[in-house]
């Protein structure tokens, strides 16, 4: 993965799997935006800092599928350097990919599985 010098991350390639761990399809030609960098503006509504151990997001796509991040894997792991909105997948941008708004987890082992089509909105919520 390298940083462009427009926004976005280039990313080769990536196998998409399902839940059992069996290649679906590859996607070339990568470039997305990291979910955090995205969010770098939010002020997230805590007392102090010890809770953001407590928030966790919800990313939602328009058919109600839902991938869930702790606030500490974005911000306080290896995984947040991988989690990513895509703005061209397979060499087609944003603006024509039919699937609109799409979200990856590239380090996760089963990729299928955080692998979202048509984010419709982001909500973050604090743990009971």
């Not at 805590?46 to 997001?57: D, G, H, Q, W």
């Not at 792991?77 to 039919?98: Q, S």
Request: charged share 25%; aromatic share 8%.
């Amino acid at each position: 993965m390298t940083r462009s010098k427009i926004q976005g991350i280039y990313i080769d390639s990536l196998n998409t799997t399902s839940h059992t761990g069996a290649f679906k399809h590859k996607d070339e030609k990568l470039k997305g935006i990291l979910l955090k960098d995205v969010l770098s503006n939010t002020k997230f509504n805590v007392s102090n800092p010890k809770l953001l151990s407590e928030l966790y997001l919800v990313c939602v796509a328009s058919d109600g599928y839902k991938v869930v991040y702790s606030w500490n894997e974005l911000y306080n792991t290896a995984v947040g350097e991988t989690v990513f909105m895509l703005v061209e997948k397979n060499g087609v941008d944003i603006n024509v990919m039919p699937e609109s708004i799409q979200m990856l987890s590239a380090r996760d082992y089963k990729t299928g599985r955080r692998y979202l089509h048509n984010l419709s909105k982001i909500v973050v919520a604090k743990a009971p």
